[in-house]
C-alpha cells in the first residue's frame, strides 16, 4: 500500500505542473537542446548582409534608398529565384528619385517581397485569430502577393520557436509569413504551402498540424555561433568581390546583420542572439525539409509520466540504492534515446523535462524508502538483540562495515557473575509456569541493573548472569559501574523477595562475585555460531568468587578493590583457596556505597 501511494504522489505531482506548465522556462531550455541542432543547409538559401563592412563601405544606416533597389535589380536580373528584403519602409524617402527607384523594381519582377509588421493588441480575446493595433506596410505600390510579414512569434520568455504561418486581415484574408512566401518560390505546385478559411495549412493536401494561432514549431539549422547558410556583405557586391550571377536560383535574403542595427532575437539554441535574418532563414529552411515539430497532446504526455513512473518505481523498489542509480541513469538515457527516435521519425516532441523529473523523483524516493526501511529493520534487529546483549555490544556490531570474524583483542575489564540462591528449592513448590515468572521478573532485575551503569550483558546461565564492563566500549571507572550495578541489584532483590516471601513463604536472593583484571574480548565460537564474550583468568576468578557467595553477598577480588576502595564501604574476609588457584585468595565484601 505504501508503494502504491509513493507512486501516486509522484504521478499526480509530476502530471499537474506538467499540465500547468509550472516549471516552463526550464522545460523549453532542457527540451531546446536535443530538439535544436544544426544541420546542412539548402545551398539556394542566401544570406546578404547589411554588415559592419557595409556600413563602412557604403555609410551610415539608414542608406540612400536606390542602394538596396539597384542590388535587388541586380539579383533578379541575373537569376535569383526570389528576394526578400528585410528593411521596413513605412515612409517616404525626402529624395523621391529613391522612392521611384523602389517603386520601378518592384514593377519590373514579380518575385521581389517587402515585409509588414503587425503591432499586436496587448490582451488577446479571441482564440482563433491574432488582433492587432496596427500594420506597418511598405509605402509602395504593391499587390499582396509580394508582401510576407516578419512577426516572430516569442513566447514567455522571449525566445523565437514558432513560426506564424499567417496572419488574419480584412475578414478572412492572410497575409503569410515571409518564410511561407519565399518557400513556395522553391516548392514544387503540388506540395507548396496553402491554406483554406478554416485556417488549416497544407503541404499540398497534406496538414501541417498548427496552433489555433497558426504557430508551427520549426526548427533552427544553425546557430548564432555556428552560421550554416552562405552569407555574403552587400559591400562585396558593391564592389564586385563578389558576383551577382552566384546567386541565381537562389532564395536571397537582404536585412541588417550589424549590432549597431538593433535588429536581434534570442533564440532556443544559443544564449547568444540572433539576427533577424537569419532567423526568416531558418524558418525558410524548416518549411523547405518539413522539419515543423509539434508537441504532443498533453493527455499523451500524462500517459508517458504515468508509465514511466509506475516502471521506475518498480523496478528501483527491488533493489538496493547503488543499483538504483545504475537504473535511474539508465532510465535516463533510455528515454532520451526515445524522444530522439520519436523526434526525428515523427517530428513529435514528447515530454522531457517533466518525465525525467518523474524518474529523479522515483530515485529520490526510493532511496529514501530504502533507508527508511533499513533503519526500522535496524531498529528492530537492535530491539530484538538488544534483549539478549548489551546495546553496546549491537551497536559495535551494527557499525562494523567488515564480516564480522573470530577472534578478540585483550583489554582490562571487570566481570560480574551473579547467582539466585534457593531458588531450586523455590521451584519444587511451585508450577513450572510460575518458576519462569518469577525467574525472569530476577533476571529482568539484573538486566536493568547492568544497563544503567552501560554495562555488557554477555550470557544468561541458567538462573545466573554474567556481565562484562569496560567492553566492547571502553571505560576508565569499570570496576566502580561494576560494584554500583551489584549493589542496585541487591537493593532491588529485597523489595522482590519480600513479594515472594507473602506470596509462597520462600525467600530467594542473589550471590554476587566480581573481578578487575586482563582478558580477551571478542567473538568465540565457529563460523555458522558466534558469540561475544570475554574468556582468561580474570573471568574465572570472577565465577568462582560468585560460587563462594552467600546469599545477599557481593564479593570483589583484590584487584576489584584496589580500584574502587575509595568509593564504597568494604570490609576485608578471610582470605580462600579457590578452584584453579595455588595459593589463597585475598576477598573483600561490598556493604554499600560511600556517601
Not at 42 to 68: F, N, Q, T, Y
Amino acid at each position: 500500500m505504501r508503494k502504491v501511494i509513493a507512486m501516486i504522489a509522484i504521478f499526480l505531482f509530476v502530471s499537474t505542473i506538467y499540465y500547468t506548465n509550472e516549471f516552463y522556462i526550464p522545460s523549453n531550455a532542457l527540451t531546446d537542446r536535443f530538439v535544436h541542432e544544426p544541420r546542412e543547409t539548402d545551398p539556394s538559401i542566401k544570406i546578404l548582409a547589411i554588415d559592419d563592412e557595409s556600413l563602412a563601405e557604403v555609410g551610415r544606416w539608414p542608406w540612400p534608398r536606390d542602394i538596396l533597389a539597384e542590388v535587388t535589380d541586380e539579383l533578379v536580373n541575373h537569376g535569383a529565384t526570389g528576394v526578400f528584403v528585410d528593411v521596413l519602409y513605412t515612409e517616404h524617402s525626402e529624395n523621391p528619385a529613391e522612392d521611384e527607384a523602389w517603386q520601378q523594381v518592384l514593377d519590373q519582377h514579380d518575385n521581389v517581397f517587402l515585409p509588414v509588421y503587425f503591432q499586436f493588441d496587448p490582451i488577446q480575446e479571441s482564440s482563433d485569430r491574432l488582433t492587432y493595433e496596427r500594420i506597418n506596410k511598405p509605402i509602395y505600390d504593391v499587390n499582396m502577393e509580394r508582401l510576407g510579414h516578419i512577426n516572430a512569434w516569442d513566447s514567455i520568455d522571449r525566445v523565437v520557436r514558432e513560426v506564424l504561418l499567417g496572419i488574419h486581415v480584412n475578414g478572412d484574408s492572410i497575409i503569410p509569413a515571409m518564410s511561407v512566401r519565399l518557400a513556395n518560390l522553391h516548392l514544387e505546385e503540388s506540395e507548396q504551402i496553402n491554406w483554406n478559411a478554416n485556417n488549416e495549412w497544407f503541404y499540398g493536401d497534406e496538414l501541417i498540424k498548427t496552433t489555433p494561432y497558426s504557430e508551427a514549431y520549426f526548427s533552427y539549422a544553425s546557430r548564432p555561433t555556428l552560421p550554416t547558410f552562405d552569407t555574403y556583405s552587400v559591400s562585396q557586391l558593391i564592389n564586385g568581390e563578389v558576383d551577382y550571377r552566384y546567386f541565381k536560383d537562389a532564395l536571397v535574403l537582404i536585412g541588417p546583420y550589424s549590432l549597431g542595427l538593433h535588429d536581434l532575437v534570442h533564440v532556443p539554441n544559443s544564449r547568444a542572439e540572433m539576427f533577424g535574418v537569419e532567423v526568416h532563414a531558418n524558418m525558410l529552411q524548416s518549411l523547405l525539409d518539413r522539419s515543423i515539430l509539434q508537441d504532443v497532446s498533453k493527455a499523451i504526455g500524462i500517459v508517458i509520466i504515468l508509465l514511466v513512473t509506475v516502471l521506475a518505481y518498480i523496478m528501483m523498489d527491488r533493489i538496493n540504492a547503488k543499483w538504483a542509480i545504475i537504473t535511474c541513469i539508465g532510465f535516463i538515457v533510455s528515454y532520451l534515446l526515445l524522444f530522439n527516435t520519436v523526434l526525428k521519425n515523427f517530428q513529435l516532441i514528447l515530454p522531457l523535462f517533466y518525465v525525467l523529473l518523474a524518474i529523479v523523483l522515483v530515485y529520490v524516493t526510493s532511496v529514501v524508502s530504502h533507508y527508511l526501511r533499513e533503519r526500522h529493520e535496524r531498529n528492530r534487529v537492535t530491539g530484538i538483540f538488544g534483549r539478549y546483549v548489551s546495546k553496546s555490544v549491537v551497536t559495535e556490531i551494527l557499525a562494523n562495515q567488515d564480516e564480522i570474524k573470530l577472534g578478540g583483542e585483550r583489554k582490562e575489564v571487570t566481570l560480574l557473575f551473579v547467582d539466585i540462591r534457593g531458588f531450586t528449592t523455590l521451584s519444587e513448590n511451585i508450577e513450572p509456569e510460575e518458576v519462569i515468572e518469577i525467574l525472569n521478573e530476577y533476571l529482568d532485575l539484573c538486566t536493568k541493573a547492568i544497563f544503567t551503569y552501560e554495562g555488557t550483558l554477555d550470557k544468561f546461565i541458567g538462573d545466573g548472569v554474567m556481565a562484562i564492563y569496560g567492553a566492547p566500549v571502553s571505560q576508565d571507572d569499570h570496576a566502580r559501574r561494576a560494584v554500583q550495578s551489584a549493589l542496585e541489584m541487591k537493593k532491588k532483590a529485597s523489595e522482590l523477595a519480600t513479594k515472594l516471601e507473602e506470596r509462597y513463604g520462600h525467600n530467594v536472593q542473589f550471590g554476587v562475585g566480581i573481578n578487575s583484571g586482563p582478558a580477551v574480548i571478542g567473538n568465540i565460537g565457529s563460523k555458522e555460531r558466534l558469540e561475544y564474550t570475554a574468556i582468561g583468568d580474570t573471568v574465572n576468578l570472577a565465577a568462582r568468587l560468585e560460587s563462594n557467595a552467600k546469599p545477599g553477598q557481593i564479593l570483589i577480588s583484590e584487584d576489584t578493590y584496589e580500584l574502587v576502595k575509595g568509593d564504597f564501604q568494604v570490609e576485608r574476609l578471610d582470605a580462600i583457596r579457590v578452584k584453579g588457584k595455588e595459593k589463597k585468595v585475598n576477598l573483600y565484601e561490598v556493604k554499600g556505597e560511600n556517601e
